[in-house]
């Protein structure tokens, strides 16, 4: 008897894979930001390190996926999909929300770009395609 196949999409690209899954973590991350602010007394005004949590933490799992699915040199192409990361929010906020460049968009690319590269070594070790021996 053969398996059951569900056919589903397969992103060739490691570096669209990372971003794809930076923005899904990046959602879930929003929503428990949101639920927290919405069932607890805390302002909106203490929420940035928080914001730059998130944020750090999508882009560690978008460099984690990146360098996983490349299977070579994980902290630069985890670092290049944390920028990138970093860019498409500063684009979208500059569009969406006329947001200013100012010194929040250095730190939120640096913590991004830190974030994926910490992802990468990770992802790359954890790729199970390039044994060396």
Known sequence: ???????????????????????IW??????????????????????????????GAA????GFTSAKRSG???WYIGAFTGLLYAAAVALIGFLSQDIGFDARLGLLGLVAALAGAFGGMFG?????GSVRR
């Open 1 to 23: 008897m053969n398996p059951v196949r569900v056919s589903g999409i397969r992103i060739a690209s490691p570096l669209v894979a990372g971003l794809v899954w930076s923005f």
């Open 26 to 55: 990046l959602g879930i991350g929003t929503l428990v930001l949101s639920v927290l602010l919405y069932s607890s007394s805390m302002p909106e005004s203490k929420l940035l390190s928080w914001v730059f949590g998130v944020h």
């Open 72 to 74: 070579k040199r994980g």
């Open 124 to 128: 790359v070790n954890a790729g199970g």
């Open 59 to 62: 882009s560690l799992a978008g």
